[in-house]
C-alpha cells in the first residue's frame, strides 16, 4: 500500500501556457475530453484546455476505460480548430504521440510510440491518446478536433491500473510535478500541432516512423470482424495507416496491435 501523502492540486496560475486561449482546472471529472467536446459544442475557442485532478471514467480508442488514482496522473484535453482537409486529420494523435516522445525526453525517460494512439517505457504503457472530431455548427468553425491524452506520473508499481502499465515515477523520471509536467507537454503538443498545420508531411512521417516501437516487429493485428492480419510492421504509410506485410491498414479499421514475443 502506498502511504505517501496526496500531491498538491493543479494550480492553474502557476501553469505557463502562453500558446493556449482558456484553462480550465477541474478538481474532479468523469471525461475531460467528454468536457473538452462539450466545451467546443458551446463554442469554445481554438487552444481551449480541460485538465482534471481526477478523472473518474475517463475513456480511450473504442471506448476503453483510463482511470488513475486522485492527483498520480495528467488528463488533459485541448480544443483545436484547424481549418485543413480532413483526411489529414488521421495524423494529430500521431503528432501528439511525437509531442509526449519529447516531453519524456526532457524529463530523462526514454519513450517509444506504439501504433496509433500509445507511449511505452521499457515495453510497457505510460500513455495514451484519443482523437475526437466534434460537429460544432454555429460556432467559427464547423468542427473541431479534440486531443486528449493521459500520461501516467507519480503512480507506485501498487497503484498501476494494469501489470503492462508504467509511470513516469517508475521509469526514473527528473521531475514529478504534474503542473510542471503538464506545461512541457502542453508546450511540446503546440510544437508538434503548429508542425502538423504546416503540413510537413513527410519529415512528420519520418520522425514517427524512427521513433515507432511497431515498425519492424511482427503483429498480429485485431479486425473489427474478428479476422487478424499478421505480419511484419513495415511502415506507418504518408495516411498515418500502418503497413503490415504490405497491406495498409487504418486505426479506425484495427481493434488491438500487438507485438509477438
Known sequence: M???PLPEPLDAAALHLPAYAVVRVLAETDSTNA???RWAREGAEHGSVVTADHQLAGRGRLDRSFTLPERTGI????????????RRWVWLPLAAGLALDATLAELGVQGRLKWPNDVLVDGRKISGILLERVETPG?????????GIGLNVDLAEEQLPVPHATSLRIAGAD???????????LHHLDVAYRRWLEDDAEALRADYVARC???GRVVDVALPDGSVLQGLAEDVDADGRLVV???AVSAGDVTHVRARA
Open 2 to 4: 502506498d502511504d505517501r
Open 139 to 147: 460556432a467559427a468553425s464547423a468542427a473541431a478536433a479534440v486531443v
Open 75 to 86: 488528463a488533459v484535453s485541448v480544443v483545436w480548430r484547424p481549418e485543413v482537409p480532413l
Open 245 to 247: 506485410a504490405g497491406t
Open 213 to 215: 516501437d511497431t515498425v
Open 35 to 37: 468536457d473538452a467536446a
Open 175 to 185: 521531475d514529478l510535478d504534474r503542473g510542471r509536467v503538464l506545461s512541457r507537454l
